[in-house]
Every structure is written in C-alpha cells, then in structure tokens.
C-alpha cells in the first residue's frame, strides 16, 4: 500500500483544528488588526476603567458550550468585556502596585514558543530550549554577581520561585518534622504575602516566625535581629532562614544586605533575598552599588515582568549552589530513561515543575533584538522619573514617607485638624475616577498611605506630569 497515496486526499475539512495556509493568514490578519489598534491607542485609552465591571455578570458569554462565534465577534467580547474593564496593566499610566510590562516583542516570543511548541522541561527533548533558558539564567547571575556553581529556574512569576526557594532552604538545613517546632524562620511586616504562603504550602507553618523591627526607612535592624538570634539560640532553638527584600512591595526599600548576609553566615542561616521588584536594577549604575550584597545571599529571585518590562507570567529563581536545587528537586521514573542518559541539567531536575512552558523566548527574543543596553536605559529613566515625581509631590505640600530606595514613592497629605484618612482617599478616588492615570493604597505606621510605582516601560515624564495635575486639582477642591 502506498501511504502517502493513501492518505494524500484528507482534506483540512476533516480536521478543523489544523488550519491551512489560507485560513491561518485569515486569522493572523485580523488578530494582529485587533493588537494594533490596542497598541495604536493606547496613550489614549484609561489605565483604569471602573464602569465596566458589572459587564462581565451581564450574560453567560464567557460560558462554554456547543455553540461557535465567528472570530471578529470573539475578539469584540474580548474588547468589550476584558480589554475595557479594571486596571489597564499595558497604560503608561499605571503607577499601582508594581506594573508588569508587556513589550510588544516579547509577545512575538510567546507566540512562536506556543506554535512551535516545543517541551523544555527536559534536555533530552528540546536541547536549544533549555540551553537558551540556561543562558538567561547564567546572564542574569552574573547580574547580581554570583559566580561558578550557582543555577536557578525561570518560573511563572515571584511566588513560585519563593515556593522553590523556601523548598530549597528547607531540605539543605534538614528541617523534619523531628525539629520543626524548633526552627525559627526571620522576616519583617515588608515580606510579601507570597513568602507566608510559601511557608505554608512547603510545610513551615509550624516553624518558629519573627518579624523583626524596621528602621524609619522600612528596613530590616541588623541590631535587632542579631539580637533575636542570640537569644533563640540561647533558648535551644535553631535558626535556620532569614528572609530580606530588594525592592519591598509598599515603599520598594532594600534591605541591608550585605550586613544581614554576614549575620547569616556567621549563625550559618539560609539567607534568602526577594528581589522581584529591585533585582533588575542592577544593570543601571545606581542599582549596581545599592544591591550589591545580593551575591551574598543563597537564594534570590527576581520578576523579569517587572525590571525587564516582560508580559506577566515571567519570574526567576537563583540559588549560589546549584546543588542545593538539585538535591530538593530530584526524581527518577523508568519512563524517563532515554532523558536521564543526557549529561546536562534540565529545569525539571531544578524545580517541581514537569510540563514546562518555553518561558525563554519571551525573554531572550527581546534582550537579542534590542541588546542589555536598552533595558537599562529605560530603567535609568524611571529612577530619574522618581527624583522629579518627589520634588513635585513636596512642592504640592505632600510627606513623602521615607526617601525611595528605586522606583516607588509612598506619600500622603497632612490636612491639619481634619481627617486625613477620609481625604487622602478621596484624592485617591478623584484620580480612580478620572481613569487616565491609576495609583494603588497601603497602610504604613497604621496611617492610610498613597502609592505611587514607577516602572511601566510607557511612562514618561507626560504621565508623570498627569498624576501632578490631578492630585493638584483635587487638592484645590479639598
């Protein structure tokens, strides 16, 4: 019989989901209509959109069933009911929280990973996929200065690689169930939440947890908690993992690392740093010198959606001795025999995580394109962005709560004699309603606090002089 005779006149009729040439041009066309009329208005379009948030209850659009919509109505949902509502996480208006980037380039990396598919949870089945990542991961080492002997993972974000890196931390200081109640894990109120989850979801919960004082700049004592320390140890416990941030979620202060880095080795603790948010700082000159200690620490991880501008999803794990990955993360299962024999590393004999997605591309398609330069470039102007939003925010009568250590500014106004909580929310609320720019809230020293993060690869001065305006307007009502 001959196959290809036999097989030749099955028609893409017969299977819808491989589309021919023809109709994928047809869908390509108008999905990359629909991107380019986003990205062409997007210095128009409102960073926040509340009017549309009971649009997504209106009907059962979003439901699956049997039933089929042509494409153009597909993407007009999408408009309609996603694009259109909430925070606009893409706007160079957007100063909340920490803002993820989205670089156009980076989408066309997820793009092609997706069609061509391949698996890079194992070097046995994409050699090229895992060697780019394993790049990646050697380039962003030598960042934040580690040298031979470390590796990392690039994960979905930050809370996954503080789950790898707290799992990491457990296994090497053999904390068991035998000594659980004993172990004590350091902290402070500027760890973020993701961390609490981790310990629970790795097993720590039951762990002894300090948080140890801050200065008046958010950061950790090195004071107190040498003096936490020698006295746990007196008491019989063991302390075993002390966790710092570069670039905290509220005021983005970095720690002091490199003093806390020496109180770790010298009571031999795991010293684990989150450096989601400041980590890529470290390519400018100013970030170099504040983040030095990071080479330090036994773990960091880092969000190349934030400092790198990528889509969300993009988070990164590194560890000084590779090791310790390898030794938390191992596995062996007579099916996978074919791969064990290669002599390299896979991400899946680094992490927990088995179908793995080529994250990669999203990130090395861009820094190839553009060079290290660029990234960095951007970042400059941000912390220059900062030093001007400051000086605007003091001019206009505002306290800034403590002097930024990168990118995120905390301030409020002092209405003497009235209630400041009420009226700093409404200037919160008047710049929500407004839309075209979007800041977020925190609560430090128990008072009700603006924020505002400068990270968007699109904000520049014209969004920054935008936020001053409205603040501005809202202060001459008030």
Sequence with gaps: MDFKKEHQSCSNDNFPLEENEEKRKEIDNVILNFANEFLNTISETKAFNNSGQNKTKQDNLFEIGKETLKLENILGLIKERVVDTGLNPASGGNFGYIPGGGIYSSALGDYLAAVTNRY????????????????????????IGYSKGFGGNLTSGGSIANLIALSTAKKSKNITSKNLLKSVIYCSTQTHHSIYKAINIVGLEECVLRQIPLDSDFRISTFELKSQIKKDVNDGLKPFLA???????????IDPLEKLSAICREYSIWFHVDAAYGGFFAMTTYGKNKLYGLKQADSVILDPHKGMFLPYGSGMLLVKDINHLLNTNKYSANYMQDAEKEMHYSPSDLSPEMSKHFRGLRMWLPLKLYGVDIFSDYLEEKLRLTIYLCKELRQLGFTIVCEPDLTIIAFRFNFKDRDNEALNTALLNHILEDGRVFISSTILDSQFTLRAAILSFRTHKKETDLLVYLLKSKLEDL
């Excluded at 060697?131 to 960042?143: F, P, Q, Y």
């Excluded at 710092?244 to 983005?252: E, H, I, M, R, Y």
């Design 120 to 143: 890079a949870g194992i070097f046995y089945a994409s050699p090229g996929a895992v060697r780019m990542e394993d790049a990646l991961i050697k380039w962003v080492g030598n960042l």
């Design 243 to 253: 966790i710092a941030n570069a670039g905290s979620t509220d005021v983005g202060a």
